[in-house]
């Protein structure tokens, strides 16, 4: 399963924006977003709603490879011999991943009424968190490991050993309470 656990960031740095693209961006290009904000609810009962949406939708994604597990623990010899801790580290380092993931999508919907443009900014944006704190820190030096634990790569890596540690929990909740926060300043600023 390593392997697996190693390709679905990068299939999810494109899937997730590819779901939240149209979040905003489509409600600002059609008009709708007026009626929107019309409706009886808080700004931050729409951004939850358009967040879980595409968060139960990834997550209805990923329940089909549940099944790898149970065929690769009967395939073991002996039956069984699969280090569960590590692979339930990794799925729930996954979710907070897509959560994360699925904060910054809807986060840059909001920035343009274009869905390819909230595409390739979301796409940026999470490839910069995965991938480009690790690429800083290697030229940091005495930093590299401060620089490199800003990165979401460094705390899904830490959770996939196994190891909930609260640090990574507090991490991916920060980034995506942070960035369900721009949404909202963001559309309050829409509404005027």
């Not at 994360?100 to 900014?121: E, H, K, P, R, W």
Request: proline share 3%; with cysteine; aromatic share 16%.
């Amino acid at each position: 399963l390593g392997p697996f656990f190693t390709l679905a960031p990068w299939i999810l740095i494109f899937l997730i924006p590819a779901v939240t693209m149209r979040s905003f961006s489509d409600e600002k290009k059609q008009g709708t977003i007026e009626l929107l904000f019309t409706k009886p609810l808080s700004v931050w009962e729409i951004v939850n709603g358009k967040f879980f949406g595409a968060f139960v939708l990834i997550i209805i994604a990923l329940i089909p490879t549940l099944i790898y597990v149970f065929v690769i623990s009967g395939l073991g010899n002996p039956e069984g011999n699969i280090d569960m801790g590590s692979t339930l580290g990794s799925y729930f380092g996954l979710l907070f991943l897509v959560s994360g993931y699925c904060a910054i999508g809807i986060f840059t919907s909001t920035l343009s009424d274009n869905q390819i443009v909230a595409f390739i900014s979301a796409v940026f944006v999470c490839f910069i968190f995965y991938f480009g704190f690790e690429g800083i820190s290697s030229m940091a030096g005495s930093f590299s490991n401060a620089v490199a634990s800003l990165g979401m790569d460094y705390h899904y890596k830490s959770m996939s050993r196994g190891v909930l540690d609260t640090r990574d929990i507090i991490y991916f909740l920060s980034v995506t309470i942070v960035f369900l926060s721009l949404t909202v300043y963001k559309l309050k600023s829409l509404r005027g």
